[in-house]
């Protein structure tokens, strides 16, 4: 009788899962992936893409596109149009205008002038801006990260954070459901206790079922005031205190302190977040945000909803623009092969090109998969580091003398696909300098892997490396 019942089962879902990934899918390889695992595993496989392969994540606009059961969306795995502005007279201004054209084509997001930025490497020079900022705030203060520990420099920012709700100050915190896994939630339920308003994004949990480990918040944001915003790849974390001799995993990153139109941006992206996660919007006074300096730039949002493929869409269009040198720093790298593709045609018209690894990640099997496809970047003459320790987790890409994206995402699936994420377009000589001079410290410690190299590899090594290569879209 049970097995009667396991194969009714299997026959009544087996086909909705089919044909949900075949018309979902935008990927053909992903389709004809989880059409083979929904057929060839009963009961197990149909299960396994109703956790993992369906993107659950939808906004109002999205679940009136397309056709949906009560229970399955039949929609598509893609963005929506970008509205299109009139031309926006700035971008003529820029030194290199192409680069910002394809911006605000890919995104329909406009230019914000009459910003000012200032670099924070590491969290010896973030954390003492972040914590001062707090201490000074008046009005409310929003916080998102995806790690949030309990100790060091990150048990100051939960104890600002108290004092600041204590003297009447509105905080709001939106915390990664997984993300905050990593330290059991320590940091989370003393915020609680202390009535800070809290939200995990997405957290996993048996009742009702939630097991998603994709669809994460990447992004890392503080807004204090309306008047100083932070953003970059820097969790509210003691691995990113360096220097500290009892750090066991130190890791280096870089963050930014804004001031500017673009800190309103960061405010209303955190409260479309908070949205997504609640229902509702903070509670916030209304406060002016003024201009505070001369550099010109662009938020992007990005993620698995209406924005899906903004950041790719531009990253591609800005190296297809390169006229003189890209320059890519990242702790995971396993781009899509437009993306290589777009690289490698950069190379053909003599733009050089360089990428800098960490020697070692904290995902090794993220390492091993992405040294099975160097050789595509290699062969084409392209420059490929390895950065010696400490673990490098910054996010940079610089074009040209004027260009820089920063923000929290990586090029590979997960961040470009699958994570919400934020990046930032400048537009600004000076700080795309400042940049460039942090790269080169970088490629001082590093060392320039070869063709040769990869093609000595040991048999058993170049398995391994095939085979976690063959996972590079959820890795």
């Given amino acids: 009788m049970l097995y009667w019942i396991i194969a009714l089962f299997h026959l009544v879902v087996m086909p909705i899962a089919a044909v949900h990934a075949l018309i979902y899918k935008r990927d053909h390889r992903a389709a004809l992936g989880w059409i083979g695992v929904i057929l060839l595993f009963p009961v197990a496989g149909p299960l396994l893409y109703f956790l993992f392969g369906i993107n659950r994540l939808r906004t109002k606009a999205q679940v009136f596109t397309g056709h949906h059961l009560p229970v399955m969306f039949f929609g598509y795995d893609r963005t929506s149009p970008p509205l299109l502005l009139n031309p926006d007279p700035l971008i003529d201004t820029l030194p290199n205008p192409d680069l910002a054209r394809v911006g605000s084509r890919a995104t329909g997001q406009p230019l914000l002038p009459g910003n000012q930025a200032n670099i924070l490497i590491n969290g010896e020079a973030f954390f003492p801006e972040l914590l001062r900022s707090i201490e000074e705030a008046r009005h409310w203060i929003l916080l998102s990260t995806y790690l949030f520990g309990h100790r060091g420099e990150a048990r100051a920012v939960i104890d600002a954070l108290i004092r600041a709700k204590d003297r ?3 905080v709001y915190v939106l915390a990664d459901g997984i993300g905050t896994s990593y330290s059991w939630r320590t940091a989370i339920r003393a915020l609680r206790r202390a009535d800070v308003s809290v939200a995990l994004f997405t957290p996993p949990s ?22 100083v915003g932070f953003f970059g790849g820097i969790n509210i974390d003691d691995r990113h205190m360096v220097a500290n001799p009892h750090n066991r995993h130190p890791t280096e990153d870089v963050h930014f302190r804004v001031n500017g139109p673009l800190v309103a941006e960061l405010t209303h992206l955190f409260c479309h977040d908070w949205d997504l996660v609640t229902g509702r919007k903070p509670a916030l006074t209304e406060l002016p945000c003024p201009t505070a300096g001369r550099s010109v730039c662009r938020l992007i949002d990005d993620g698995p909803h209406d924005n899906l493929n903004h950041l790719s869409m ?13 320059r890519i720093m ?3 790298f396993l781009p899509n092969h437009e993306m290589v593709a777009a690289l490698q045609a950069a190379v053909l018209r003599g733009v050089k ?33 390895y950065k010696a320790a400490p673990f490098a987790h910054s996010k940079l890409i610089l074009v040209d003398d004027a260009y820089a994206m920063t923000g929290s995402a990586n090029l590979d699936a997960r961040s470009l696909r699958l994570n919400f994420e934020l990046g930032v377009e400048w537009f600004d000589a000076d700080l795309t300098r400042q940049l460039h001079a942090h790269l080169d410290e970088a490629t001082a410690r590093s060392r320039r892997i070869t063709l040769a190299e990869l093609d000595q590899r040991p048999l058993w090594q170049r398995l391994r490396d095939a085979f976690f290569w063959l996972f590079s879209s959820y890795l």
Avoid: C
Avoid at 206 to 227: E, F, G, T, Y
Avoid at 370 to 376: V, Y
């Fill in 168 to 170: 009447g100050v509105a």
């Fill in 206 to 227: 048996l009742l009702p079922p939630s097991l998603d480990i994709n669809l994460r918040n990447h992004r890392k944001i503080a807004v204090v005031d309306q008047q």
């Fill in 353 to 385: 090109v360089e990428v800098i690894l960490p020697e070692r990640s904290n995902l090794r099997f993220v390492d091993w998969a992405t040294r099975n496809m160097l050789w595509e970047l290699l062969l084409w003459d392209m420059d490929v580091f």
């Fill in 314 to 326: 531009t990253l591609i269009g800005v190296f297809t623009a390169a006229r003189e040198r890209i």
């Fill in 330 to 332: 990242v702790p995971y």
